[in-house]
């Protein structure tokens, strides 16, 4: 079955000139263009390919992959808005098309926007939406506390910033244990922080419990290697200075740093820390 949108491996029925001919569903052949052909693609060939609608709505091939297929969460930016709607560069010739009815606000050209990409149920077209929460599960999804997760960072608010959590729910990572910038559209590793009786999710960047300041006191060894050994810093240093130097709050500094003293691998001297020399 060939599923638009997505990559399918299909197998080359005819070579011509100008495109390659590729086995779809119930005898409908799917042209590869020449220009997306592979130079030693012959019949009998399986190749990997992305299908999806050209201007005339028939089923097209191509070897280049899109920014995000259907079912995925991206930023894109938009190239153009007209009288249908809002069009997206999301990485082939024929842009994606945004129509009004699936904007949250108004889609302005040049700015980017995170959408959910899907197939329209009555015209089988590949198109976007800025809805994002109707696309995301309502459902009790089991997350496990300290469970590590895929982030895509999708809003920011007066609490911090809402992610989605592998492509599925919303999760909250909160601007007050933030101890790096971070953007719009960003994809980054995150760890299950807390499951609410809601079934809201908070979220973190580091780990928790000692695997957490085994992490942290890594960061520091390795800062004190980058400087030949010596830091000055200590636990009276600033947050601010802690935060620009680890990526990491003073609490947790301090914890990795005691951690660090009490294997006897970092000396604390008056106003800085050393690493002890094998």
């Known amino acids: 079955m060939v599923n638009i949108g997505e990559v399918n491996k299909l197998r080359v029925l005819r070579v011509k000139e100008f495109g390659a ?23 009998n060939d399986f190749i990997d390919v992305f299908i999806y609608l050209d201007s005339d ?13 259907v079912g995925e ?12 709607g809002a069009f997206l560069d999301w990485g082939l010739k024929k842009d994606l ?6 904007q949250r606000c108004k889609l302005e050209e040049g700015k980017s926007y995170i ?33 590590e997760v895929e982030l895509l960072i999708a809003e920011q608010t007066e609490l911090g910033y809402k992610a989605i959590i592998n492509n599925t729910k919303w999760g909250m990572l909160y601007q007050n244990e933030l101890f790096r910038d971070l953007k719009i559209g960003e994809r980054t590793t995150g760890f299950i922080k807390k499951v609410r009786l809601d079934n809201k999710i908070d979220l973190s960047l580091q780990k928790g419990g000692y695997d957490q300041i085994s992490d942290f006191s890594q960061i520091i060894l390795q800062k004190l290697e980058e400087n030949n050994g010596i830091l000055k810093v200590t636990d009276k240093s600033s947050p601010e200075l802690i935060k620009d130097l680890f990526n ?22 008056e106003d800085h820390i050393k690493l002890v020399k094998e």
């Open 73 to 84: 969460f991206a930023l894109l930016k938009v190239v153009e808005v007209n009288n249908f």
């Open 21 to 43: 001919f590729l086995e779809g569903d119930k005898d409908l052949d799917i042209l590869l263009p020449q220009s997306h052909m592979p130079e030693d693609i012959k019949e």
């Open 248 to 269: 990491m709050s003073k609490k947790n500094y301090k914890k990795a740093v005691g951690s660090l003293y009490k294997q006897k691998l970092i000396l604390l001297e």
């Open 57 to 69: 709505d028939k089923l097209l091939a191509t070897t280049k992959t899109p920014y995000a297929k």
């Open 115 to 147: 959408v959910y990409i899907y197939v329209d149920e009555h015209t089988k077209r590949i198109a976007a939406s800025t809805k994002l929460d109707k696309f995301l599960s309502n459902q009790r999804i089991v997350f496990t506390e300290g469970e």
């Open 97 to 102: 098309m945004v129509p009004f009815r699936e």
